[in-house]
């Protein structure tokens, strides 16, 4: 069964952080470094919006949004992406998605809530 599992979402405090983590699992991810991985997020209300994005070749690049507090990094080993969320604001309040793309197969996780109040 082809999956990717989201996990460490929950609730902080503003500028606390959170790590999220994306593993990924199944016969087309069994060369996982050649997938380029991205983290997106819906609030509600709101469409769903890129968050971060890294290439299998190891390029990032951020929302402008979330530049200089998120940081996207992947273990191609453990075939997991990873998300580090630091300074988080009340803003960042959404649920936020793992996504794997590779020419035509877009996978996506089902999701983990982050919520950033006081």
């Known amino acids: 069964q082809v999956q990717l599992v989201e996990s460490g979402g929950g609730l902080v405090q503003p500028g606390g952080s959170l790590r999220l983590s994306c593993a990924a699992s199944g016969s087309i991810f069994s060369i996982f470094s050649i997938y380029d991985m991205g983290w997106y997020r819906q609030a509600p209300g709101k469409q769903r919006e890129l968050v971060a994005r890294?290439?299998?070749?190891?390029?990032?690049n951020y929302a402008d949004s979330v530049k200089g507090r998120f940081t996207i990094s992947r273990d191609n080993a453990k075939k997991t992406v990873y998300l580090q969320m630091n300074s988080l604001e009340l803003k960042d309040t959404a649920v936020y998605y793992c996504?794997?793309?590779?020419?035509?197969?877009?996978?996506w996780g089902q999701g983990t809530q982050v919520t950033v109040s006081s």
């Open positions: 890294i290439t299998s070749a190891g390029t990032t």
């Open positions: 996504n794997a793309r590779l020419q035509n197969q877009n996978v």
